[in-house]
């Protein structure tokens, strides 16, 4: 017993445009092929033409002009662009941007303010902290008169540090 074909549910979607002859022809040749084989098939798609041809022989009703003028005038207000600027949130998200901005560019100049004294001024703080050697022994250091008592101090062998190392 043969296995009785029946379109493909794609195939179904496709049939009002197969009956139009507006398919492409591989898909078009593809329902020709299970149409051939298989008299179910057959039979929807003349059900399907006769359902067609059923809704042809229908009258044509005709919209009053009302009906035509309201819809018309519903186009055109579809056609109109929408216009954000328009809207009311509009004018307080514009400000309220304007103020962010503000608001950013204070915080930028105040960081950037910040990074500028913190690394071009001086801090007297960390330039004694450099000195404190110098410091700690400065009760030392004032005892010297002169530079020329250091070179002289240099020039002989008391503080010798050659001598020391051999």
């Known amino acids: ?25 591989a898909v078009a040749q593809a329902i020709d092929q299970v149409l051939a084989r298989s008299e179910v098939a057959r039979h929807e798609v003349e059900a399907l033409a006769r359902t067609w041809e059923m809704l042809d022989a229908l009258p044509t009703p005709n919209a009053s002009e009302e ?5 018309m005038t519903t186009l055109k207000v ?11 949130w509009f004018g307080l998200l514009k400000k309220g941007a304007v103020v962010a901005v503000w608001l ?13 004294t913190a690394r071009w001024i001086p801090n007297e703080q960390e330039q ?3 000195d404190l050697p110098v410091l700690q022994r400065f009760d030392d250091y004032q005892e010297i008169q002169t530079i020329d008592f250091l070179e002289q ?4 062998s008391t503080f010798d540090t050659t001598a020391e190392k051999g």
Request: hydrophobic share 40%.
């Open 1 to 25: 017993m043969e296995k009785v074909l029946r379109l493909s549910a794609d195939q179904r979607d496709d049939l009002v445009a197969y009956l139009d002859g507006e398919l492409p022809d």
């Open 67 to 71: 009906f035509l003028e309201r819809t």
């Open 78 to 88: 579809g056609e109109v662009p929408y216009d954000i600027t328009e809207q009311p």
């Open 104 to 116: 950013a560019a204070l915080g930028v100049s105040g960081w950037l303010g910040f990074q500028v």
């Open 128 to 130: 004694m902290l450099e």
């Open 153 to 156: 101090l240099n020039r002989s």
